[in-house]
């Protein structure tokens, strides 16, 4: 069964503290790793795909990568407008499927 | 350009009762389908559909129906309404495969009582 279990459940950050969010999966084998921002009464936002280990990508404050076992999503300089609930999700090969994990909530204060 | 469009953002139902909550995208997506969150438990798959007339069962599809006439609209409806079915519903589409991500609609927040 595919699983995806994130960490920490919730993070506080002072403005331009920098840290890392991390999911890690189990998948029978992975077609993409998808990165998700959801603001409170809102849906989720696409950010990123993933699709090998080894591969980066990035948007503004926020670098994502990709290992067999585990993602990290980096917030270098975060901002208080970078408080969200980050949600990751796997996708298995033949599958049009997402799971998700439960989120990390982050509040960045000023 | 709407994107993924919810009906209603709000709906309070009594125990037994039987509604459809819609969803409509116009991005011309193959794919699209339900997800219910709860506290807790994060997103959860009800339903989903690979294209016009195809459907199939996702995590959690107790209680719900679904069906997709057309590409555009993938309405979810509740048979009989039970107080465990109180939630956050959202929709989501994607072309196939989900390269460019796949798009959620802003909820529909249903409480039964």
Redesign the interface.
Known sequence: EDQVTQSPEALRLQEGESSSLNCSYTVSGLRGLFWYRQDPGKGPEFLFTLYSAGEEKEKERLKATLTKKESFLHITAPKPEDSATYLCAVQALGSEKLVFGKGTKLTVNP | NAG?TQTPKFQVLKTGQSMTLQCAQDMNHE?M?W?RQDP??????IH?S?GAGITDQ?EVPNGYNVSRSTTEDFPLRLLSAAPSQTSVY?C?S?F????????????TRLTVV
């Open positions: 993924v794919y389908s997800y807790g438990m994060g997103l959860r798959l989903y690979v996702g959202f989501a994607s196939r495969g989900g390269t460019y991500g796949y798009t959620f609609g802003s909820g």
